[in-house]
């Protein structure tokens, strides 16, 4: 059993900057892959980034090269930096758990609660 909670979400203007946290609990966190999600009113959930147990990490086109996704398996943290947000970024943000990157959201096993994200224009 994984635990997560996210943290560091806020309001910020178009061009700033936010990092997201996710904390995790159980002793086994090095070994699962950790996904950034997020899901903005009427929309469906959507892939943001995940990164493997290796330090391998994929984005979703509508934020490669703005976002990076980071995880520290000493502290069982997984970190999400957002630099040039966007109006459209706005969403509560995720992160997930499972064995095996994915960017699929029906093959995360554990979810965070979220944390809000506004980008105003």
């Known amino acids: 059993q994984v635990q997560l909670v996210e943290s560091g979400g806020g309001l910020v203007q178009a061009g700033g900057s936010l990092r997201l946290s996710c904390a995790a609990s159980?002793?086994?966190?090095?070994?699962?892959?950790m996904g950034w999600f997020r899901q903005a009113p009427g929309k469906d959930r959507e892939f943001v980034a995940v990164?493997?147990?290796?330090?391998?990490?994929t984005y979703g086109d509508s934020v490669k090269g703005r976002f990076t996704i980071s995880r520290d398996n000493a502290k069982n943290t997984v970190s999400l930096q957002m630099a040039s947000l966007k109006p459209e970024d706005t969403a509560v943000y995720y992160c997930?758990?499972?064995?095996?990157?994915?960017?699929?959201?029906?093959?995360?096993?554990?979810w965070g609660q979220g944390t809000q994200v506004t980008v105003s224009s």
């Open positions: 997930a758990a499972r064995y095996g990157s994915s960017r699929l959201t029906v093959e995360y096993d554990y």
């Open positions: 159980g002793r086994t966190f090095r070994r699962y892959a």
């Open positions: 990164i493997g147990w290796s330090g391998d990490n």
